[in-house]
């Protein structure tokens, strides 16, 4: 089945750029996703990327995609201590089950101040 | 408009008893869609609505678990006999229409705990 992967962990200084990767199996996803949680909070969209879209800029946000490896990343310009949180990479296919999100276990960004 | 909400936001329970998790979606989304977040992990599907019926259950992780959606809106997930193993965040989201091209707007979620 579909497959999302993501580092566990990432710390960044307060001002820096962080960049959070993700890789996925299924070569038929049409959109792939970045959403946010915050400790006790539910799951907040930040961007999301059509498979046939190189990157997608969006304010602090830049979202890279390449198609071939089947990576994604997310670059967070300027990051601030409200960005610490939780962020999932989440694809969804074009078959049978396509409206089923594949959700990667999360990497926890912490932002020092 | 107002979001996804759901109700209750914490609900403990024992073990073998029946509960009920409400999701209320965005006013006119059609699609209705619950995911499970077990600690440390990401969310995993249960189960997607369009409309009133149940397009896809096929996440659900056994009979125990069933949810309904009778008037096209609002929508309860229901867990019969609980067990220690259904302790989770329980997340709903809504979307517009076309599952395939719009995107899910995530609630807040319902931690069930189960002793």
Partial sequence: ?113 | GAGVSQTPSNKVTEKGKYVELRCDPISGHTALYWYRQSLGQGPEFLIYFQGTGAADDSGLPNDRFFAVRPEGSVSTLKIQRTERGDSAVYLCASSLSSPLTDTQYFGPGTRLTVL
């Fill in chain 1, 1 to 113: 089945g579909e497959d999302v992967e993501q580092s566990l962990f990432l710390s960044v200084r307060e001002g820096d750029s962080s960049v959070i990767n993700c890789t996925y199996t299924d070569s038929s996803s049409t959109y792939l996703y970045w959403y946010k949680q915050e400790p006790g909070a539910g799951l907040q969209l930040l961007t999301y990327i059509f498979s046939n879209m190189d990157m997608k800029q969006d304010q602090r946000l830049t979202v890279l995609l390449n198609k071939k490896d089947k990576h994604l990343s997310l670059r967070i310009a300027d990051t601030q201590t409200g960005d610490s949180a939780i962020y999932f990479c989440a694809e969804r296919g074009s078959g049978a089950g396509s409206y089923q999100l594949t959700f990667g276990k999360g990497t926890k960004l912490s932002v020092i101040p």
